[in-house]
């Protein structure tokens, strides 16, 4: 019993930390070349007249979302929206790949080196960790109430 | 029941940032397509080139096409023809003969509408007609009207833009022969921004079919399509944002001349005209563009005017020293002009659609 309570932990604190370097290693790359990203972005077949917002937006968002995730409070509420924010860019490259003007040589920022298909397999990982990572939290919730009672 | 209600926050989720993903897709191209703010799109790889054909003289523009032979007049030999075949690079040099020799030219230019061809100067004024099977010329308009610029239409129509006796304004018109020469001018066409001429200027174009013509002016960021009668006319606004022309004038003069006195703002530089498309060579630099890259190429932006949209741009990289001077397109083929040489490339169908 004791063990099984330890094993989600671990998990969460797994997840925790890929998310959180994943998201403050993406900032920081967009960040430091930002005109670069910034042409990217304009000359990305989807998101084109949106380019200057996200190209502050993104960044910043991915710096909170990246260290808030430690938070104990917030965890929960993070790890929510960083999946939506990995369905977002999943459903991005089906965008491009499917419904999009043409095809852009690379996507910009992240892990520019990934062909499309790893980035989606990537992309899904991660989605996957992240329902792992949620799923572990409510068992301690349960678990906790069960402990309490 | 937690489950329950872990897959359902789970999918909640999952569709909103799908949702939140398509809707910024859908309300950006929308954008991007219909009130796009200088943004430019290059998909790969629109056209190829096919080949560079030295002129050996910088005097030569495009006079017409017809079975994959374009005809190219010269400025300072008027009355000469090159010939290129687009197929196999063979060259023929064409002597047009005149019926009259006593017409005081002053700037002629040829223009050929297969099965015939134009010999122009609206500043005699004249037009010569002929068949392109003996390329000799005979009287057809002679004084009828004065005109800065014309293009053929067909056999008895011809598309020109002349400055009007009363009011000193620029105005596109129609000359068309029935039982006599008529001259069909409409005023309404050009809108006057500052004099009415300058700021109105632009060049004249013509579909290779030779069934919409256009117009784009030089100083905003605009172009027009008309019907072969000049009747029906469709306006559409260019990505760029200069909308009103950005010229200085002088004063008139004693003799009666204004003069421009600064380099105007170009906006449409050259123009051509195909198909639903116009496409139009502008060295306006976009947002997100690297200027470098004005260095290697000229940027040509493709609008089509029935959807009313904007839909990409492309570089054609610089093939010779100096601007962009023509740019057509017949059948498959883009042909450009710059310096002393021609530049053929193929049009990529499943681009252009």
Known sequence: ?149 | MRVKSFIWRLLGFGVAGILLMVLLFVTSEQEMHHNNAFIRRYPHHPIKKLFDFNLGYNSYYLAGFENDRLYLGNHTAPLHLLEVNLKTKDTTHIKIGLESKDIPFQSITVNVVPPYFFVMDGTVPCILRGYTRDWEARDWMKGEVYFTNAKAVDSVSIFIKTISSSNRQAILGLLQYSNGFNTYLYPELLEKQMDGIFDVDGLLTMSPDFKSLGYSYYYRNEFMILDADLKSIQRMKTIDTVSMAQITLSKISKTGEVKMTSPPLIINRTAAQFDAFMLIHSNRLGKYEQSEMLEDAFIIDVYNWEKERYEFSFYLYHFDTGKLKELKVFESYLVALSGEKLSVNQIKSSVFK
């Open chain 1, 1 to 149: 019993m004791k063990v099984s309570i330890n094993i989600p932990a671990k998990l969460v604190a797994i997840v925790t930390l890929a998310y959180s370097v994943l998201f403050i290693y993406a900032a920081i790359q967009k960040l430091i070349e930002v005109e670069q990203f910034r042409i990217q972005l304009g000359q990305s077949p989807i998101l084109t007249t949106y380019a200057d917002y996200i190209m502050y937006a993104l960044p910043l968002g991915e710096l909170v979302l990246g260290f808030t995730i430690f938070s104990h409070k917030f965890k929960r509420q993070v790890l929510y929206v960083s999946y939506s924010l990995m369905v977002m860019f999943t459903t991005y490259i089906i965008l491009i790949l499917n419904f999009s003007d043409y095809i852009p040589c690379s996507c910009g920022g992240v892990l520019e080196k990934l062909g499309w298909t790893e980035h989606i397999v990537f992309n899904l990982v991660f989605i996957i960790i992240a329902i792992i990572g949620l799923w572990c939290l409510d068992y301690m919730d349960t678990n906790k109430q069960s402990i309490i009672l």
